[in-house]
């Protein structure tokens, strides 16, 4: 599992690059599906993670924070690597094969609650990230950049 974190790393910080060569307001223009544009859909990423790890954890999931005030290249990156070096990567190179069935109560913002095991958790985080990645990689098309390479093959995690 930790490989497949990696890559989404990996893949995410290429964005993050790709987002450099792209004028700031393609990047923040609101697209057609997913949670916005280009940088909010990163910020989301990022919220996503961090916020289920969090819960894992057994710590506060704070209220996520408004993407105006993250609304920039630069503050999404830093969140990014703020969440990832603190909570996310230490948590994913800990994971124990007997972390996998243990179970985590969720409730969500309208009250209900639902039980999950933390190995189905650990997988949706990963699905999540690449169904936006696919998003990312639409919208860049149609502003007529290359989008970034999802490919696993070729990226030194095997």
């Not at 859909?41 to 990022?46: D, E, P, R």
């Not at 069935?101 to 999540?128: C, F, N, P, V, W």
């Amino acid at each position: 599992m930790q490989k497949l974190f990696q890559y989404n790393w990996q893949v995410r910080e290429d964005w993050f690059n790709w987002c450099e060569t792209v004028p700031e307001a393609d990047i923040l223009k609101e697209r057609v599906g997913g949670v916005g544009g280009v940088l909010h859909t990163l910020f989301h990423i990022v919220d996503v993670e961090y916020s289920w790890i969090l819960n894992m954890k057994g710590e506060v999931v704070p209220d996520v924070p408004p993407f105006k005030e993250y609304a920039s290249l630069h503050k999404v990156r830093e969140f990014s690597r703020e969440y990832h070096h603190k909570v996310v990567r230490p948590f994913v190179y800990s994971w124990k094969d007997e972390m996998e069935k243990k179970t985590l109560l969720d409730t969500d913002s309208s009250g209900q609650t639902s039980i999950y095991k933390q190995g189905e958790i650990m997988r949706h985080i990963l699905a999540h990230e690449i169904h936006h990645i696919g998003q990312l990689s639409i919208w860049a098309r149609e502003i007529g950049k290359k989008p970034i390479s999802a490919n696993f093959i070729d990226r030194g995690l095997s």
